[in-house]
């Protein structure tokens, strides 16, 4: 498994962490919470929004790290092997969320907090369309539609991350982008923006 | 798909992750060898129990949903909780945002203080104390939204609209995004006043207030005959042969008062002659105390609500550019972008290389005058915005539009050495195929 997306660890250092972790070293898991926090943060931002309980998600994603870390094989990229794992941890909220909107007298925390960004009115506003856009996609949709335009992935990455053949990829890909693109174009100022952007 | 607006919203969210708080390593350690630990012994205790339960669960489940025919309310979030109906929120020093389960969503400004007074399954009713909140509820099949302010009741369907209420002028103030609403008062028609997507209008019932200048729609319509909704209506009771005779001081003098024939005058029309000449004149009433003004939304306000034109109307009055920071300024210009004028952006984002060169914005300036400009001038903006944030938000979008600038101009050399650039610093960008079919085999 191949990543870019991640600030560059040297692979010796990744390597030792790795064996570390596996060892299950005190050390070597706090090592990890360090260096990789803000990175399943801003993983899990992307597929899922600047939300109040992020920080509850990245905890989520570290739990499920560490319970089965002997899953994580030696010389193992770890921003992938975690990547993956912050995938399943959104899939689930979404999901969660999804059910939680059905079962409607079940609805406690349904829709959680989407934090304000410290960003020009325009960009706020685009921000909440765009996650209030996604929100209507199919979770394995939105996930693909995610990590591709908001996270710049490439489409093998995106594969190794939701564990599943890169044709898979290119379907999912090619409903969310026609999805989205409708649910655009019900939001005048949404596609408005969108294709300001156009340069 | 659009690069450049995915590039500006992971720059927005990154920069959203860095500011915010994190709890620190050790805890969030301590915490999670804990929760490791928990659920270890958890996942064994689930497993017997979770294959009983679930035949159980699933069995009661479908039984609570067959014997609830009815639909269920929807509801509401609020501060990371269900909200409550009757609960005020707002005023306070921050955007208060209520997120709804149809996917509504209200956003109430800092001094505005609401709440909501009833949920059903079609929608929701908010009653709007005070200030200003932005509504976006979504339309469905027999959406029933509205949201009160004062005597007034403005339903909605499935629209995006900025209402505000002034208790003290009891004025309200509607500005729609998009849709329609229609608005009952006590001083419009028993059928209401229908606003549509761009209007903005302003009412006090007792006198209809000049209509602003984004207004495109007509004044409101006055009832030529005494109001008859069931609301009170806060206007001067006119003497009249069977009325009380002591006329009632208006609230708001130079607002209003009303004609003989029933018609609502502006504060400035001249009282026409009483046609009954039994009335007794008015007795002089010591007129209230004035009421302070409350203070004008800022610009910044105002665009916070997205009320770009407006925000930008009131910029330029105040002459908010004089004194801006870099920040202001950049934000300043966005509004006048967002406002649709193009020439007045363009001079902000001259005016912010002119007056904080060196700076971040000045930089972001550059980029967005490549985008504003024309194809000419675009070339050299791009250039310039990458030769001062080489790694900056936009520099993946920039490289890959002066490649093929580069391209469309004919000269190869150079777009291949933007291209060159870009495979390095972006080698799985957007424009990386793009980049490679220029660098060539």
Redesign the interface.
Known sequence: MTTTHVFPIPESKEHALVDGLRGKKSWAERELLVDYRPYAARVLCRMLGPRSDLDDLVHDVFVRALECIERLEPGQSIAGWLGAIAVFIAREDIRRHKRRRWLSFFSFDALPERESVEASPEISRALSAVYEALDTLEPDERIVFSLRHLDERKLEEIADLVECSLATVKRRLARADTAFAERAANDLWLADWLAEGHL | ??????A???A??????T??E??P??Q??R???G??QR??RRRAMTLMAGVASMAAGVAI?IA?RSATDKP?A????L????GKTGEVWGNTN??T?V???D?S?VKASSAAEARVVALSERGAEIRLEQGELHARVIHRDETRWAVHAGHFTIRVTGT?FTAGWDPKTERVRIAM??GRVVVFGPCLADTGEALV?GESREWKCGAPAAPTSTSTGPVPVLPTSTPTSTVPVPVPVLPTPTSNPTPRPSASPALGHNAPDGRILSGSEPTPPTSNPTVPAPVPVPEPPPVPAPPEPTWRDL??T?R?QDAWTAAKSTNASAQASSVEL??LA??A??AGDRAGAVQLYRSIRDRFSGSAEAARAAFQL??LSGSSE?YGWMQTYLREQPTGAFAS?TLG?LI?LSMARGDRPTATTYAKQYLAQ?????HAEYARSVVGP
């Open positions: 798909m659009n690069t450049e607006r995915w500006e919203l992971r927005a969210s990154d920069s959203w992750l500011r915010r994190v709890p390593a050790e969030e350690l915490a999670l060898r929760d490791v659920a270890g489940v609570i269920h929807i509801t509401f979030a501060n990371g909780g269900l921050r955007e945002t997120t709804f389960s996917g969503e995006s995004d998009e997507g665009a916070k997205r770009y950049y934000e966005e509004v972008r967002l490549g985008r675009t979008e539009r093929e972006y080698p799985t960008g957007a």
